[in-house]
Nanobody, 115 residues
Framework: QVQLVESGGGLVQAGGSLRLSCSAS????????MGWYRQAPGKQRELVARISRGGSADYADSVKDRFTISRDNPKKTVYLQMKILKPEDTAVYFC?????????WGQGTQVTVSS
């Protein structure tokens, strides 16, 4: 059973920064594609950023040049560094893993950006 535990969310003023972490209890983390999604109230869950097992990353247009996804395979952790945060970044952020043909989700961490 894969478990994903997010941390690092909180309340920040516009223009500020936060770093989210996701710790994964998965046997073959280095073979797992990882991602961050978010869901704002009344909206669908959307992809924020993802990083492949090989380290290739891609981002939603709305966060390019502000957010950076990275992974630490020995620590089985994926990070999302968020800078120049905007009120529209307010959402619950979910960690996602795709491993051996199955998809897993974390419980989510709240990020609130005040104007």
């Amino acid at each position: 059973q894969v478990q994903l535990v997010e941390s690092g969310g909180g309340l920040v003023q516009a223009g500020g920064s936060l770093r989210l972490s996701c710790s994964a209890s998965v046997t073959f983390f280095s073979l797992t594609d990882m991602g961050w999604y978010r869901q704002a109230p009344g909206k669908q869950r959307e992809l924020v950023a993802r990083i492949s097992r090989g380290g290739s990353a891609d981002y939603a247009d709305s966060v390019k040049d502000r957010f950076t996804i990275s992974r630490d395979n020995p620590k089985k952790t994926v990070y999302l560094q968020m800078k120049i945060l905007k009120p529209e970044d307010t959402a619950v952020y979910f960690c996602n893993a795709y491993s051996l043909g199955r998809e897993y989700w974390g419980q989510g961490t709240q990020v609130t950006v005040s104007s």
